[in-house]
């Protein structure tokens, strides 16, 4: 059975849209018949995986690939890229800007509840090219 | 009232086919075929929009009629709730209101803001002892908790899980009644005067009892031009009122987030468009710093409930004039906690899920993609579906045909008068 591939552009200038890339994967999901709680942990991980594409990257594209077994999603922008991985994981270390924080974004707990949320999470990243993220969801 | 009956009906000759109730419906729940709109009832969630919203007002709420309500059982207790105080012009004493139930037939009333109180309480309780897990979200509104079970139901296990107050009331006072005049239960009937018809959807169909204790749901709209001439003959109005202004507060949007969550961090919205996209917002756990949740389809609270007869906004202001108003209390014995907490939990009801197994359900969406494709994405409603995407649905799903597309329609009669397609 071949999946499901679904594909949303984040604008990178506008945090209120963000989020919506989510909110589709997740009324597919539901339509298809997911496992309700297992779609809000997709829906969380993608939200936070958006604003983080807003806040660092300028936005991106993101690509759901659904099949009745694993729901898949990856988030690619060709932003500054993710020096230091491990720092990155780390609750509460954000490289978000001042003005970014006053709007209550870059709390540094996005990338740790992305991972959180999913069964699987991998980072590709090259400085100053662009990074990847793929998380996995596996349905039981 | 005919418990197999759905609350919301049409009638077919006021009805013009005009599908703006198609378009507006939240759970994509109506069609139009033959000219006339027709409900799919599995899919109502009784939110009231296409009542409010239909020009020709061929919608109808369905609920019982007050004549029959009051002659149904030998004593009928009249579960008041807040708004209807908010309907009269300059009243201010709640009794005077409740006097006047009284000689219309009632025998006893019971404030239905005192039921508020008690689940108030109960929350505040429960939330302070770490009993709930937070983010909660209210379960005072019918259509919210059938909104949640129907589109987000990921969201069932953060409903409040103590009855409605309308649910608590009707419990609340057949207790009461059934103590004070030694009638057994079944002799007394709970009739409560509606703003809304999503009362009778709970009444027929609670979602988290086996059975309501409310015996008859009557408009507030049939009710008010009685009431509204007997309460301006009151002169003496007996002590009957029970409940404080805080339960009062409840009868409009974010009532019962500022009784129970006074200074934790809630959030109340009003107005459907509104609710759903804050409910999506919920699902992604954009707000974390929110602990409560308060939901109000209706603009304004139950004060814009489509069964009610005053402006909504007008309501809300008169509302807190009353709360203001420093009324009589008669004393009561306070409502036994045992009643408050729900029988049993609610099941997700997903209406637009497509049927059987992920990959069958997989098979048909492909198939009404490839569907959707074909038509011109305009969303005209022409063929009475909501959307096209509605159509490619209902087609696939074996409940229409591609012919009722004026445009695909237009395309093959060219294609066979001219030989030749549309421009479009």
């Known amino acids: 059975m071949d999946s499901l591939e679904l594909t949303y552009q984040v604008p990178g200038d506008d945090f209120s849209r963000a989020g919506e890339a989510s909110s589709a994967v997740k009324r597919t999901l539901k339509t298809l018949g997911f496992p309700p709680d297992l779609i809000r942990r997709i829906a969380i991980a993608m939200y936070e995986a958006e604003i983080n594409m807003v806040i660092h990257a300028d936005g991106g594209v993101v690509t759901a690939r659904i099949s009745p077994e694993l729901v898949e999603v990856s988030f690619a922008d060709v932003g500054p890229g993710i020096p230091d991985i491990d720092l990155a994981m780390q609750e509460g270390y954000s490289t978000a800007s001042e003005q970014v924080r006053d709007l209550g974004f870059g709390a540094g707990m996005g990338l740790p509840n992305m991972k959180k949320y999913a069964d699987d999470m991998t980072i590709t990243t090259t400085v100053g090219v662009g990074t990847t993220v793929l998380l996995q969801f596996q349905i039981a | ?424």
Not at chain 2, 43 to 66: F, G, N, T, W, Y
Not at chain 2, 91 to 113: K, M, P, S, W, Y
Request: proline share 7%; net charge neutral.
């Open chain 2, 1 to 424: 009232m005919d418990k197999t009956l759905h609350p919301v009906t049409l009638d077919r000759d006021l009805c013009t086919g005009c599908t703006t109730c198609v378009k507006r419906c939240p759970t994509e729940a109506i069609r139009v075929r033959n000219k006339h709109a027709i409900i799919l009832h599995d899919r109502c969630i009784v939110c009231s929009e296409c009542i409010r919203l239909c020009p020709a007002h061929a919608k109808k709420a369905q609920v019982d009629k007050l004549a029959d309500a009051l002659a149904a059982h030998p004593y009928t207790v009249a579960l008041v709730p807040p708004v209807l105080y908010a309907q009269f012009s300059g009243l201010r004493d709640r009794n005077i209101a409740l006097t006047a139930l009284l000689q219309l037939g009632f025998h006893a009333v019971f404030e239905v803001a005192e039921a508020a109180e008690a689940i108030s309480a109960a929350t505040q309780e429960a939330y302070q002892s770490g009993a709930l897990d937070t983010p909660l979200i209210s379960s005072s509104c019918p259509t919210v908790r059938r909104i949640i079970r129907a589109r987000f139901p990921s969201l069932l296990s953060s409903l409040l899980p103590f009855h409605s107050p309308m649910e608590l009331a009707a419990r609340a006072a057949r207790q009461r009644a059934a103590e004070a005049t030694g009638l057994p239960p079944g002799d007394i009937g709970c009739v409560y005067l509606s703003p809304c018809p999503a009362a009778a959807a709970e009444m027929c169909d609670p979602l988290c009892c086996d059975s309501s204790a409310v015996s008859a749901v009557v408009s507030i709209a049939e009710l008010y031009p009685r009431l509204l001439t007997q309460i301006k003959k009151v002169t003496q109005p007996q002590i009957l009122a029970t409940a404080s202004p805080r339960g009062i507060g409840w009868g409009v949007s974010g009532g019962e987030s500022r009784a129970s969550f006074e200074h934790v961090a809630y959030l109340a919205g009003d107005g459907m468009e509104n609710i759903l996209q804050t409910l999506e917002n919920v699902e992604n756990q954009q707000f974390s710093t929110v602990k409560f949740y308060e939901f109000s389809p209706c603009t304004a609270g139950c004060a814009g409930g489509a069964l009610t007869v005053e402006n909504p906004f007008i309501a809300r202001t008169r509302l807190s004039r009353i709360m203001a108003h420093p009324t009589e209390l008669a004393p009561h014995a306070p409502i036994d906690p045992a009643l408050l907490r729900w029988e049993r939990h609610m099941a997700p009801a997903p209406v637009l899920r497509l049927g059987g197994s992920i990959a069958d359900a997989m098979a048909k969406l492909r198939r009404i993609q490839e569907q959707e494709n074909r038509f011109i994405g305009m969303d005209c409603g022409a063929c009475g579906a909501p959307s096209c995407h509605a159509l490619a649905e209902d087609i696939v799903e074996g409940m229409a045909n591609e012919d009722q597309c004026i445009f695909l329609m237009r395309e093959k009669l060219q294609k066979r008068l001219y030989g030749r397609q549309s421009d479009l």
